[in-house]
């Protein structure tokens, strides 16, 4: 299960090992560093609650939500996982 939480991606599994582990931390420490609705470099913003946008996309108490880019990090995270176990 992958959840956002403040505003970075939580991964949540029953099944980890060691490799997992590493690739999940990798995830979320770059969840919290990535703007959610471009991909760019950002940070986390305050508003009344956390994302992680860029400048550009921050708007005080509003945010275009990145749906597309989350979409994006977990076939990542799907791939290395994969790769890990062989397939």
């Not at 400048?55 to 108490?61: A, I, K, S």
Request: hydrophobic share 30%.
């Amino acid at each position: 299960q992958v959840k956002e939480k403040f505003g970075g991606l939580r991964f949540y599994t029953n099944c980890r090992n060691d490799a997992i582990s590493a690739l999940i931390e990798s995830a979320e420490s770059e969840s919290i560093q990535t703007c959610e609705v471009c991909g760019q470099p950002g940070k986390r913003q305050d508003a009344g609650w956390l994302k992680t946008t860029c400048d550009q996309h921050f708007t005080r108490g509003k945010w275009a939500m990145g749906v597309r880019h989350i979409r994006r990090l977990l076939i990542l995270i799907r791939s290395r996982i994969g790769k890990s176990f062989g397939s």
